[in-house]
């Protein structure tokens, strides 16, 4: 059954019409940052097919089956398989995640940590339509396989929606075009804590640091995990976050139990027609209250050795993982220290490109990558040994990845920063940054609150007493 691709005649932006069924188990990949990175953002609704892997157990359609998520969207794909020609990013496939605690199986690395969210280590729906919108162009696109609805009732339901006043929706629910509060400031109470205290985050740094001095590993991802209880629905959290810190690799997915909301401005893997793109981060600088401190923390980041030489550890570990599944000779470090501007911080980023081989697939690259050389560390198996051993808690989603994978076989995922889970009135995030030999506690300690602090002032309406846990 072949895709049917069309314009919507009434252009309107995708979260607007996002707004009308975000209370459905529906997906949004949303690129509220419009750059050459963020040219489009995806909505997928109406699934028709559920995989999902959870400690070691892979359910479709919620049968149980033998073997794992990765292998049966391998299989899936390739079985299935359609060109896309249409110059969209993607017409059909399957939008969803795969967790840091499911990127540890693949190199049998045990955890001490006790499971706390109910929700899949892996999960990734087909959906029958998917909305795409252009960002550039303000041009709306449907695609659908017409599983289980026509082409013309798509087009029907959806030029009715984008044709409704600005400040209205489905069922007459207000809009505002503005979303100006977050967390307590809209109603809600918040609480936030960590699991950590600063003090044993700054010992388990130094241990880190020991670590490395004694030839272990050269960089690692110290993390922690903060808990905010509050009670703003998720989705004004989304709305709060991509007005006040856009991004180019943010999302919105909504399923029965829980929410993930992300702002992440960092991609981890992409295909497109066979080539292979990854775009590490690693340096950080909060933004500047003053446009004379804003340029002297950008040239500060700029010019830091100890962020150049983390980001550079990096990029040779992303190039080992490339080479795994390219052509000889094809990967090739195309941007090595550019410096990104968001909302709140600077960040120093490269990428790393490269050509797949024939007959290997966008599940072949995730096998050879994932989890991300960014946010694990170099050598990548001890420094996952270390992180489990010095973390206080699971990961969970955070540092996994969120993205689509097409039935033409390319794909896009982000590194799940910048990012929160909502289940039963509590939010989960992490918050975490690269440790070298070099680092100075104090500094890593304040640079896990820049990183965390949009994602926290989205919930809280910037309540900043987590800092002191």
């Keep these: 059954m072949g895709t049917k691709v069309g314009r919507l005649k009434n252009y309107c932006p995708a979260e607007r019409l996002f707004a009308a069924f975000h209370r459905e188990t529906a997906a949004f990949l949303d690129s509220s940052l419009e750059n050459a ?3 489009y953002s995806v909505i997928g609704r109406y699934p028709y097919l559920r995989a999902e892997e959870n400690l070691g157990r892979l359910r479709v359609n919620g049968r149980e089956m033998d073997g794992t998520l990765l292998g049966f969207l391998s299989r899936y794909l390739k079985e299935n398989r359609e060109e896309n020609e249409t110059g969209l990013p993607m017409i059909s496939g399957a939008v969803g995640y795969l967790s ?14 006790v499971k706390e969210l109910d929700m899949p280590e892996g999960l990734f729906t087909f959906y029958d339509l998917y909305v795409i919108d252009d960002l ?7 695609c659908t396989g017409e599983r289980l609805h026509s082409y013309e009732w798509y087009e029907s339901e959806l030029s009715e929606l984008a044709g409704m006043p600005d400040r209205k929706i ?3 629910t207000e809009l505002p075009d503005e979303c100006e509060k977050g967390g307590k400031e809209a109603g809600g109470e918040s609480s936030v804590s960590s699991d950590f205290t600063k003090q044993e985050y700054l010992e388990a740094i130094h241990s880190m640091i020991e670590y490395i001095r004694s030839g272990d590993i050269y960089i690692a991802n110290m993390t922690r995990q903060i808990k905010v209880k509050c009670d703003i629905a998720p989705y004004e959290v989304f709305r709060y976050l991509r007005r006040h810190n856009p991004s180019p690799f943010g999302g919105y997915l909504n399923e029965q139990n829980f929410q993930i909301i992300s702002a992440s401005p960092e991609r981890f893997l992409r295909i497109r027609a066979g080539n292979v793109e990854t775009r590490p981060i690693k340096g950080t600088r909060k933004r500047g209250k003053t446009q004379e401190e804003d340029r002297r923390l950008r040239m500060e980041l700029e010019a830091s050795e100890k962020d150049r030489s983390e980001l550079l550890m990096i990029v040779d570990l992303e190039r080992n993982d490339l080479n795994r599944v390219c052509e000889p000779g094809s990967v090739q470090v195309t941007e090595l220290f550019a410096v990104e501007s968001y909302a709140t911080v600077f960040h120093l980023v490269s990428t790393v490109t490269g050509q797949l081989k024939a007959g290997k697939t966008a599940a072949d690259l995730i096998g050879a990558a994932f989890p991300g050389g960014s946010i694990t560390g170099a050598p990548k198996i001890r420094a996952m040994e270390i992180i489990d051993e010095l973390e206080h808690s699971r990961r969970g989603l955070y540092t996994g990845s969120i993205g689509y994978l097409s039935m033409n076989g390319d794909c896009d ?7 929160a889970v909502h289940q039963n009135g ?3 995030l992490g918050a975490g940054g690269g440790i070298t030999a070099e680092s100075e506690p104090e500094f890593e300690y304040d640079e896990t609150w820049q990183k965390a602090r949009a994602v926290v002032e989205a919930i ?3 309540d900043k007493g987590w800092m002191d846990h």
């Design 426 to 428: 509590t939010y989960h």
């Design 460 to 462: 809280t309406g910037g």
């Design 100 to 113: 840091y605690d499911y990127g540890r199986s693949f190199e049998q690395i045990s955890t001490r940590h």
């Design 170 to 172: 489905a069922g007459g």
């Design 37 to 39: 990175y963020g040219r």
């Design 136 to 142: 550039e162009k303000k041009e709306l696109y449907i």
């Design 413 to 419: 995922l982000n590194i799940v920063i910048r990012t």
